[in-house]
């Protein structure tokens, strides 16, 4: 989190917040503050998004202050635009606070930069599934370029077809690939592998995972687990 985001956290009335916010964080909230938690996972949500929509809008109108905690950042696959936009047409006053995504903290404690002078002059973030059971609009040629880092949220389910697309697109099965379950949580776990295994990776454990294939994630098969605790496997 950012020092920002621990104040405005101190000052909430209620937190609305994801299943993946951990006690810690709900901690750093008044003791007295409300906690509900709209937690998601794939197939099981506990509140529909337009439930979570107008529980915000009500909630602010009853004049307390609303504390929308997510893992990560609001609007990287958060659905922060949706929220935000329910908000300002209901004439509620909003501050989005940025947080730290997934991508940028799995990068970090895997240490694969997802950029780098030599191996990667591009990063792009995808979504891996689409609303409903559509499979995503995206322009695999252009993911599929050499020297491009490409970053797979909510791609656990659909990895075999993602490393598929890839590899027609032109990506050379062999292209180092990282699979991290659980970013920056205690029991985060990562597997440095290839896009020819990446389907096999993802599948070897349960959980929330982020997906990264290029050629800068290769760094991540010489990294050091600076976690003791931390697992760190090849595939």
Known sequence: MTVRAVRVL?????????GLVSESILDLAPAAARR?????RKS????????????????????????????????IFGRG?????????????????PG?????????????????????????????????????????PALARANHTVVIYMGVSTAGRIAARLIAAGRAPSTPALVVFRASRPDERRIPT????????AASDTGPALLVVGEAMSAALASLAPNPGLREERA
């Open 10 to 18: 101190s000052r909430a009335d209620v937190v609305v917040h994801d």
């Open 36 to 40: 509900i938690s709209v937690a998601k």
């Open 44 to 75: 099981r949500h506990t509140y529909a998004q337009e439930e979570i929509n107008r529980l915000l809008v009500g909630l602010a109108r009853e004049g307390l202050i609303v504390v929308r905690l997510k893992g990560g950042d609001p609007f």
């Open 81 to 97: 635009g949706e929220e935000l936009e329910a908000c300002r047409a209901a004439g509620i006053d909003c501050e989005v606070v």
């Open 100 to 140: 730290i995504t997934a991508a940028l903290a799995a990068s970090a404690s895997a240490g694969a930069p997802l950029t780098h002078r030599e191996s990667a002059q591009a990063v792009t973030f995808v979504t891996g599934h689409a609303a409903g059971e559509v499979e995503p609009d995206l322009d695999w």
């Open 194 to 201: 290839r896009l020819g295994d990446l389907a096999e990776a």
